[in-house]
């Protein structure tokens, strides 16, 4: 890490970065490893917490406990960090109303700048997925899932942290800068084994293969693709939308201007009307975005906004 970071500041002086975020594991960081990434520059820290409920952490398989979580925070802080996020999930099996609450009260008492709450979604492959389809647990349904969002829309609401976009949430200021990036159709750069990144019109994810990797960053005459993707018009147009509905500002008349030269009305009116009388949809100044409703159902709204 340190040899990457040095690295890293020389090509691009880090200090004139606004926002540095690393994740981290709550069982394994160290107040050495704190003050190293403080002093490197680092000045945002991810914590997978994902909750305070041992026996859902449990479940979850991860490495570390809910008093590891209070002893990774505490860590962040003495070394100065004072730009902290977590990480939590819903919607997992056998979650109720009254431990998920536990969970969003216990996270807001160590004040932390922002939250990223994820809807729990099971991945071909993964032990939940195996445990599904054998029927040995059963996700939360759509109407229970929807009461637990809404709770913690409420709780973090009147404690200061702001929805900027359906999972994240966070005091004024204290935006993921590059979330926002994603979400606004940016370019990013990704490097490193399985990393994604998307300039211009291409889009292209890295081998997950480590060890091929590191052959090709080695030669001079190949490269680290896996997959490449050209990208086209209509192609950009629908994520946009499908990006930018996601967040609480929705989808801008002036950028989408700037980006494909159409006028967002134009191309939207119609099924922005009719969404707009179903209550799933508001139009703005500028735009529309999704209302409380329309979040609930984001997903099936943006298929219907799809060209």
């Given at each position: ?173 204290r935006e993921g800068k590059h979330n926002i990036n994603y979400w606004r159709s940016g370019e990013y750069l990704g490097i490193g084994v399985s990393a994604c990144s998307r300039i211009g019109a291409q889009r292209w994810k890295n081998t997950d293969c480590q060890e091929e990797y ?94």
């Amino acid at each position: 890490m340190e040899e990457l970071v040095g690295l890293l500041d020389k090509r691009m002086a880090l200090e004139s970065l606004s926002e540095i975020t690393i994740e981290a594991n709550p069982g394994t960081l160290t107040l050495e490893k704190a003050v190293f990434l403080k002093e490197a520059g680092i000045n945002r820290l991810s914590l997978g917490a994902q909750s305070f409920e041992d026996e859902e952490l449990i479940f979850l398989g991860r490495s570390h406990n809910s008093r590891d979580i209070g002893n990774a925070i505490g860590i962040a802080r003495e070394a100065g960090i004072d730009n902290l996020s977590l990480d939590l999930m819903f919607g997992l099996p056998g979650q109720d109303i009254a431990g998920w609450e536990r969970t969003l009260h216990t996270a807001l008492q160590y004040e932390p700048q922002h939250l990223s709450l994820y809807d729990l979604t099971p991945e071909p492959g993964t032990p939940l997925m195996d445990a599904l389809e054998a029927g040995e647990v059963k996700l939360q349904d759509d109407d229970r899932r929807a009461d637990l969002y809404l709770l913690a829309c409420d709780m973090l609401g009147a404690e200061g942290l702001e929805r900027y976009e359906i999972s994240n949430f966070a005091h004024c200021g204290r935006e993921g800068k590059h979330n926002i990036n994603y979400w606004r159709s940016g370019e990013y750069l990704g490097i490193g084994v399985s990393a994604c990144s998307r300039i211009g019109a291409q889009r292209w994810k890295n081998t997950d293969c480590q060890e091929e990797y590191i052959e090709s960053s080695l030669s001079l005459f190949s490269e680290a693709l896996y997959e490449t993707e050209n990208l086209d018009r209509q192609t950009l147009m629908n994520e946009y939308i499908m990006l930018a509905l996601r967040t609480a500002a929705g989808a801008s008349a002036v950028e989408y201007q700037h980006l494909f030269g159409e006028n967002l009305f134009d191309v939207y009116e119609e099924a922005c009307n009719a969404l707009e009388k179903e209550g799933f949809l508001i139009m703005t100044t500028d735009g529309f975005k999704l209302t409380d409703k329309g979040f609930l159902v984001a997903n099936r709204i943006i298929i219907r906004l799809m060209c």
